[in-house]
């Protein structure tokens, strides 16, 4: 596709759960980033790739957290043992230069 | 570290009035700055940016310009429209080794006809 693809688009699941979310960016972009928005703020960074490589994880907020991009193109953004409190919408954007992010649509997470 | 802060919204305009978000930032040497803008059920898309100092960034009617000196990159529109109803969101890019870009709040703009 011509855009950054998400999926799901929205999922539930239950607390204690383990999520997996896929993003597909631009074809040849190398810098992919996972972002989390809550309600009514501002995209919130999680984690950086430039190409295979996470250059920038600081903003995964704890162990429960990780993400890959083993080919450098498809990320997979997972969360373990889900808590209420990771419900957002998780964001991912690419770029050609780690300058303009282009991104999905995103996936709404809700953790009941 | 890195800082964007920008208006509190919402901000509710009529037709051809003036708009003005305010943006400043806090950030170590010379970020890159941005504004992004989300319209109802769509996703985040730039809608201008500027690289250095006195920069302009301008698109669809809109323009901000990178004042070092006041750390700020303030949006402004002449006319808005009803269809420039969205969130608009102030971001920085700035980084040692990577390019994580940083956003604020972002502000909700609301213009009735």
């Known amino acids: 596709g011509a855009g950054v693809s998400q999926t799901p688009s929205n999922k539930v699941t239950e607390k204690g759960k383990y999520v997996e979310l896929r993003c597909d960016p631009i074809?040849?972009?190398?810098?992919l980033y996972w972002y989390r928005q809550s309600l009514g703020q501002g995209p919130e960074f999680l984690i950086y790739f430039q190409g295979t490589g996470a250059a920038d994880d600081s903003g995964l907020p704890n162990d429960r957290f990780f993400a890959v991009r083993p080919e450098g193109s498809v990320s997979t953004l997972k969360i373990q043992r889900t808590e209420r409190g990771d419900s957002a919408v998780y964001l991912c954007?690419?770029?050609?230069?780690?300058?303009?992010?282009?991104f999905g649509e995103g996936s709404r997470l809700t953790v009941l | 570290g890195n800082s964007v802060t920008q208006m509190e919204g919402p901000v509710t305009l009529s037709e051809e009035a003036f708009l003005t978000i305010n943006c400043t930032y806090t950030?170590?040497?010379?970020?890159?700055l941005f504004w992004y803008v989300q319209y109802p059920g769509e996703g985040l898309q730039l809608l201008l940016k500027?690289?250095?100092?006195?920069d302009k960034g301008s698109n669809k009617g809109f323009e901000a310009t990178y004042r070092k000196e006041t750390t700020s990159f303030h949006l402004e529109k002449g006319s808005v429209q009803v269809s420039d109803s969205a969130v608009y969101f102030c971001?920085?890019?700035?980084?040692?080794?990577?390019?994580?870009?940083?956003f604020g709040a972002g502000t909700r703009l609301f213009v009735k006809a």
């Open positions: 954007a690419s770029s050609p230069d780690a300058g303009e992010l282009f």
């Open positions: 074809s040849g972009h190398t810098a």
């Open positions: 500027a690289t250095k100092a006195d």
């Open positions: 950030a170590t040497g010379y970020p890159s």
């Open positions: 971001a920085l890019t700035k980084g040692t080794g990577g390019f994580k870009t940083i």
